[in-house]
Nanobody, 116 residues
Framework: QVQLVESGGGLVQPGGSLRLSCAASGFTFSSYVMRWYRQAPGKERELVATIDNLTGWRTYSDSVKGRFTISRDNAKNTVYLQMNSLQPEDTAVYYC?????????WGQGTQVTVSS
């Protein structure tokens, strides 16, 4: 079965950095687009970054463009989210996502808290 396991979250001061990882299993990782979403308290889940499986093309939400970088290692079945210049408004639970035959699969999420 499809499994996505996020890690790397934590508490960081404003201006700091974190690197999130998402280990995938149960499907052919290299064949699918991977995405990172986040959900802040009281807000809807927001698409943060996408990476194509064939071209490596990356897209970002305006709120993180220039600060976050999504990458993938198909040999390790892992997708990453490097987050720099973190701000309090980046505080959220971060989820990785894959859509397979119109079904969305999610990990359990990893909490990122940006606070002084």
């Amino acid at each position: 079965q499809v499994q996505l396991v996020e890690s790397g979250g934590g508490l960081v001061q404003p201006g700091g950095s974190l690197r999130l990882s998402c280990a995938a299993s149960g499907f052919t990782f290299s064949s699918y687009v991977m995405r990172w979403y986040r959900q802040a308290p009281g807000k809807e889940r927001e698409l943060v970054a996408t990476i194509d499986n064939l071209t490596g093309w990356r897209t970002y939400s305006d709120s993180v463009k220039g600060r976050f970088t999504i990458s993938r290692d198909n040999a390790k079945n892992t997708v990453y989210l490097q987050m720099n210049s973190l701000q309090p408004e980046d505080t959220a639970v971060y989820y990785c996502n894959v859509e397979i035959t119109r079904t969305h699969y999610w990990g359990q999420g990893t909490q990122v808290t940006v606070s002084s």
